[in-house]
Nanobody, 121 residues
Framework: QVQLVESGGGSVQAGGSLRLSCAVS????????MSWYRQGAGKEREFVSA???????SYADSVKGRFTISQDNAKTTVYLQMNNLKPEDTAMYYC???????????????WGQGTQVTVSS
């Protein structure tokens, strides 16, 4: 069973920083990509950042230069360091695991429950 548990959200003032964590469990020997998405109130869920199983990273234009995605050596925890936060970054942040090839009957996307980030001006 795959589980993703986000933590690290909270309330900060504009210009502040937060570091989100996503703990991954279940068949972690499989190669998988990890990503962060966010969904603001009344908005669609949008891509924030991703890190591929091989280590390549990508970012949404809106967070480039401010957010950094990383993972621990065991690839069981993914982080999102968020600096210079803006009110428009306010959202529920979700991590996602993408299993691109079959591994122990796993395939596709698996989501966490989310962690709330609120940035005040």
């Amino acid at each position: 069973q795959v589980q993703l548990v986000e933590s690290g959200g909270g309330s900060v003032q504009a210009g502040g920083s937060l570091r989100l964590s996503c703990a991954v469990s279940g068949y972690t020997s499989c190669g998988y990509d990890m990503s962060w998405y966010r969904q603001g109130a009344g908005k669609e869920r949008e891509f924030v950042s991703a890190i591929a199983s091989a280590g390549g990273t990508s970012y949404a234009d809106s967070v480039k230069g401010r957010f950094t995605i990383s993972q621990d050596n065991a690839k069981t925890t993914v982080y999102l360091q968020m600096n210079n936060l803006k009110p428009e970054d306010t959202a529920m942040y979700y991590c996602k695991r993408t299993q691109r090839t079959w591994c122990f009957a796993l395939l596709g996307d698996y989501w966490g429950q989310g962690t709330q980030v609120t940035v005040s001006s």
